[in-house]
């Protein structure tokens, strides 16, 4: 049981050593997102009653810096690993295919958790911000964040080169987590978006987490709960028979 927690300090420390980067640059980002989009919308839009669109914005943007950096963590390391050729001190160690999985998805985790915590407090001074479920907040930061490091795994498994991971981040990631709800409510597009919004599984993650600060929701947080857990089953298990395989690990 040596392998998992090894490969995992591994993980986290490789993020931690350029923490300027992986932490403070996200942080950075969401700031200007926060001052641009709430100073020009602020009393323009109205998306909650009795909440302001800062205090709307604010959990959005904390859970798609979750996502991004969960994503970005796992699947950088996989393919840097992969192309500097390093990847066999991982492979040859007597370690199952599981602890491998476990330690990519865990240090995404902590990195998705500890970026967006980072914007939480850096935001947070701005508005008066409201914690009506604590505990769906949790569930939904964990969730999301281990849904998007195994994608990142995955990615991290498919690509052979730094250009696919970035085609994969920039037509896929990102378009997802923009369209899923972090400026704006789907109930404000029209119908036929409504239904294709509904479509995409990070608009449960960013929904049932924003349940947990202001107790409203687009749809109901048991249901937004469902679609994330269905979905971290079916990346998991792509992601696990990829690793048991070897597929493109183990030539």
Do not use: C
């Not at 995404?108 to 911000?129: P, Q």
């Not at 049932?208 to 409203?216: D, H, K, L, P």
């Amino acid at each position: 049981m040596l392998g998992l927690p090894t490969l995992l300090r591994k993980e986290v420390v490789r993020f931690a050593r350029v923490s300027f980067q992986t932490i403070a640059a996200p942080v950075l980002t969401a700031l200007l997102y926060l001052l641009i989009f709430g100073h020009v919308l602020e009393d323009r839009v109205q998306v909650f009653e009795r909440i302001g669109y800062t205090t709307f914005l604010i959990p959005g943007l904390v859970m798609m810096s979750v996502l991004q950096n969960a994503f970005a963590n796992s699947s950088s390391s996989i393919i840097q690993s992969k192309i500097t050729g390093n990847i066999v001190f991982v492979l040859l160690p007597p370690m199952g295919w599981w602890e491998l999985f476990a330690a990519y998805v865990l240090g995404a985790v902590v990195r998705g958790v500890v970026v967006g915590g980072g914007v939480l407090l850096a935001t947070v001074w701005f508005v008066d911000l409201s914690y009506a479920a604590p505990v769906w907040i949790a569930v939904f930061a964990l969730l999301g964040a281990a849904i998007l490091g195994t994608i990142g795994l995955i990615a991290g498994v498919w690509a052979d080169k730094f250009d696919q991971i970035a085609a994969f981040q920039n037509f896929l990631i990102m378009p997802a987590t923009f369209l899923a709800g972090v400026f704006y409510s789907v109930k404000t597009l029209p119908p036929f978006w409504q239904s294709v919004s509904h479509l995409n599984p990070f608009f449960y993650m960013i929904d049932g987490f924003r349940y947990g600060f202001f107790g409203v929701s687009d749809v109901a947080p048991a249901t937004s709960l469902a679609v994330v857990v269905a979905t971290w089953a079916t990346v998991s298990a792509i992601a696990l028979r990829m690793l048991a395989t070897g597929f493109k690990l183990r030539h």
